[in-house]
């Protein structure tokens, strides 16, 4: 068996010149075997495969669906975030213009409740003038006092009118706890119960805004 053995061995012989070195040629076979060392260098040209080179495995459809649901559900709350916000913006843009017009229209409130009783005092002085004033009394001066009063008066509530302060006349009207105060009741005589039958003192609003209640005695009924 030995033998045997070594005679197949000694079939094995170099072969050069048409063979590249290193390489065995079997009698009677056309296969070529390469070496060891040949493979390595076949191996270090060829250099380990770059594993960020590998094909990723694309997404599968579940996973896209999945994807796009969660990316549609984001837009809709970005909208919906968007819109609040907007609408929001648009309520303080709208609040803050009242409050500029407002601050317009009643920043002399403080103003004119002051003026007012100055027009209390100049009315009540033109009535006393009146009074004085009649015919039976010839004094031109006294006369002429009542006609400045009075020309005073109408330019004051000219002005007044103006700037939209106006005086309420609430005689006859039904009584409004928000325009008037109650200072008294009268017997309704040819009036209607809870109108207004007097006034004591004038009332007056600014661009349709109470600055000064009217002082004012209510009809009631009268019990016998």
């Given at each position: 068996?030995?033998?045997?053995?070594?005679?197949?061995?000694?079939?094995?012989?170099?072969?050069?010149?048409?063979?590249?070195?290193?390489?065995?040629?079997?009698?009677?076979?056309?296969?070529?075997?390469?070496?060891?060392?040949?493979?390595?260098?076949?191996?270090?040209?060829?250099?380990?495969?770059?594993?960020?080179d590998e094909p990723k495995?694309?997404?599968?459809?579940?996973?896209?669906?999945?994807?796009?649901?969660?990316?549609?559900?984001?837009?809709?709350?970005?909208?919906?975030?968007?819109?609040?916000?907007?609408?929001?913006?648009?309520?303080?843009?709208?609040?803050?213009?009242?409050?500029?017009?407002?601050?317009?229209?009643?920043?002399?409130?403080?103003?004119?409740?002051?003026?007012?009783?100055?027009?209390?005092?100049?009315?009540?002085?033109?009535?006393?003038?009146?009074?004085?004033?009649?015919?039976?009394?010839?004094?031109?001066?006294?006369?002429?006092?009542?006609?400045?009063?009075?020309?005073?008066?109408?330019?004051?509530?000219?002005?007044?009118?103006?700037?939209?302060?106006?005086?309420?006349?609430?005689v006859g009207g039904r009584?409004?706890?928000?325009?008037?105060?109650?200072?008294?009741?009268?017997?309704?005589?040819?009036?209607?119960?809870?109108?207004?039958?007097?006034?004591?003192?004038?009332?007056?609003?600014?661009?349709?805004?109470?600055?000064?209640?009217?002082?004012?005695?209510?009809?009631?009924?009268?019990?016998?």
């Amino acid at each position: 068996m030995a033998a045997r053995s070594l005679r197949r061995f000694g079939t094995l012989l170099p072969v050069c010149g048409s063979a590249r070195q290193g390489s065995l040629h079997f009698r009677g076979s056309p296969c070529v075997f390469s070496t060891a060392a040949q493979q390595r260098s076949t191996g270090d040209e060829c250099g380990p495969e770059d594993p960020h080179d590998e094909p990723k495995h694309p997404l599968s459809d579940c996973a896209l669906e999945h994807k796009a649901i969660k990316l549609e559900e984001q837009v809709r709350d970005l909208t919906e975030r968007y819109r609040k916000a907007l609408a929001d913006s648009e309520n303080v843009r709208r609040r803050t213009q009242k409050f500029v017009e407002d601050a317009k229209l009643f920043g002399i409130q403080s103003f004119c409740r002051d003026l007012v009783e100055v027009a209390d005092i100049l009315e009540k002085t033109a009535e006393s003038a009146a009074g004085e004033a009649e015919p039976s009394n010839p004094n031109p001066a006294l006369k002429k006092i009542y006609e400045g009063l009075s020309l005073i008066e109408a330019k004051l509530q000219s002005v007044f009118a103006k700037h939209g302060l106006q005086k309420m006349n609430p005689v006859g009207g039904r009584y409004d706890p928000y325009d008037h105060e109650i200072v008294c009741h009268v017997p309704a005589e040819g009036m209607q119960p809870g109108t207004v039958a007097l006034v004591t003192q004038d009332g007056y609003k600014l661009h349709g805004r109470t600055i000064r209640h009217a002082l004012v005695g209510v009809a009631v009924e009268s019990q016998e």
